[in-house]
């Protein structure tokens, strides 16, 4: 994997390119002329804590062909809109038995779906709540998983759709999942329309014709926002900011002092956070690396605060206003790789890791609307602190999440809902000494443990070995005793040793 930053912009001094490792990087310096640009973008420099957005990230483009379910099919044109979370990107495909559909990405998922008949009645828009309401279509029950009103501010077209596009409109969808079945409802229209398909995995797709990793990284990385150098008005020469916050800014050419104007304290300001949020998280925004035999980018990072479970419900909801008390923390990490897209690493206050998937099969729902055959562990609440780097939605400081985690094996599923959406991951246990090979950590910035925090678990395999040995050691005792005898004065405490043997370790899972 190229060790070049995945981010860059142009010099506006002298034109050479300038590499970013963090698309949330307020001040960057050109290594040709050693001039600082600056970038002005409201996104990030507004608050310091928010993320940037992630665009034009797919492998996807107009003449990509592949097939689906034993159909050929080709793209023949591309929706794209933004609105105030984010970037929603269509894909117009043509089968090549004449049908169309729909190829559409939803954050790190895909989706295909193709018109379908309107259910009756049809639910109102206004009814929905994701992650609470269902509905039963060609006899399978649906839940609501995402449903959002939204204005689209900015829309782009390529190639063919079969519709016009208007001016600013309103989006009212309602998307429904049902394991790995997809229904959207989509409002906008006098008459409604209905959607029906399945999510899908690009390598799922044979797909052939799409973007090389170049090719992505040129318009996913760039760098978005106005720039300029910062240069000293009265001899010309580079001026760069040094950390901390100052109102007086010396040009270390001529001397002279240089008094900052209030948007430029607030850059300054933001640039100082930006830089000390680095020691907020172990996994550096831009770092590389090779996890499970693929090479990753560290895009983004994210620390949220864990809250009362249902303090952070009703405040979400707007049942009552608590004030939310932060119980611990944990952050996020999105890793990225052109071709097959995200994934994520979780590190939690105690200094456990695990990788995080997206789950593109929801679980099989009992009638509580809980997965099948798994033990609830817990309800929390979860407030982003900071968010640093780029996803492919926008973090804001104080975003709101109620969870829900399930023990399945080793790892847990996790049911994230907000105001808009439910989402189901599943998270499996890693080891730090691997996320430190794999990224190039030093053994040394492992998270020191406090009182309330545990080490690794025990492993299952340690846990059959120490049983095997307790019974080995009491076996010839067994064999000296009477019946009654051995119940009463070894088996009992025996059973009580391997009970606590077991559940000791068990307990670290949690």
């Given at each position: ?90 894909w117009y495909v043509l089968f090549d038995d004449g049908h169309d559909g729909w190829l559409s990405e939803a954050g790190d998922l895909y989706v ?69 079945l997809f229904l959207t409802l989509d409002y906008a229209e006098a008459e409604p329309q209905a959607f029906v398909g399945r999510m899908v995995k ?309």
């Open positions: 994997m190229s060790t070049t930053p995945f981010f860059k912009t142009d010099c506006p001094s002298c034109g050479a390119p300038v590499q970013a490792y963090s698309a949330t990087a307020v001040t960057l310096v050109c290594s040709y002329c050693n001039s600082m640009l600056v970038r002005h973008d409201g996104s990030i420099a507004d608050t310091g804590r928010d993320s940037a957005l992630l665009e034009d990230f797919s492998p996807l483009q107009i003449g990509t062909t592949g097939r689906f379910l034993l159909r050929g099919f080709s793209i023949i044109g591309r929706l794209q809109a933004y609105y105030d979370g984010g970037v929603w990107n269509e295909m779906t193709m018109s379908d008949r309107l259910l009756q009645p049809m639910p109102n828009f206004h009814d929905i709540r994701a992650g609470f309401s269902t509905l039963n279509h060609n006899g399978k029950q649906f839940m609501a998983s995402d449903v959002r009103e939204i204005s689209l501010s900015q829309t782009a077209v390529q190639g063919e759709l079969p519709f016009r596009i208007q001016g600013k409109t309103v989006s009212r969808t309602a998307d429904w999942r049902c394991e790995n690009l390598d799922d797709l044979h797909l052939t014709n799409t973007r090389s990793d170049d090719q992505i990284r040129e318009s996913a990385g760039r760098l978005k926002g106005l720039r300029q150098t910062e240069g000293c008005p009265n001899c010309g020469g580079s001026v760069h900011w040094v950390s901390g916050l100052a109102e007086h800014i010396v040009c270390p050419s001529c001397a002279s002092e240089l008094q900052a104007d209030k948007d430029k304290i607030r850059l300054i300001e933001a640039n100082h956070m930006r830089q000390a949020q680095g020691k907020l998280f172990m996994l550096p925004v831009g770092s590389q690396g090779r996890l499970k035999n693929r090479d990753y980018y560290v895009m983004g990072a994210v620390r949220y605060s864990e809250t009362g479970a249902q303090e952070t419900f009703d405040k979400m909801f707007g049942m009552a206003n608590h004030a939310l008390v932060a119980e611990s923390w944990w952050a996020e990490y999105l890793l990225y790789h052109p071709q097959h897209g995200f994934g994520w690493l979780v590190q939690t206050a105690e200094g456990k890791w695990s990788v995080s998937e997206t789950l593109n099969e929801w679980p099989r729902l009992n009638q509580y609307n809980q997965p099948q055959g798994c033990e609830k562990l817990y309800d929390y609440g979860g407030r982003v602190e900071v968010a640093a780097g780029a996803f492919y939605w926008q973090v804001r400081q104080g975003d709101l999440n109620y969870y829900t985690d399930y023990r399945q094996g080793s790892g847990k599923l996790s049911a994230a809902l907000s105001k808009n959406e439910l989402a189901w991951s599943k998270n499996t246990p890693i080891r730090y000494s691997e996320i430190a090979q794999a990224f190039g950590l030093t053994q040394s910035r492992a998270p020191q443990y406090t009182a309330n925090m545990r080490s690794d678990g025990v492993s299952n395999s340690l846990r059959l070995l120490m049983m095997g040995i307790l019974l080995m050691i009491n076996a010839p005792a067994w064999l000296m005793m009477g019946s009654e005898q051995i119940f009463n004065e070894s088996m009992i405490p025996t059973i009580f040793g391997i009970a606590f043997i077991w559940f000791l370790g068990r307990s670290d899972d949690d």
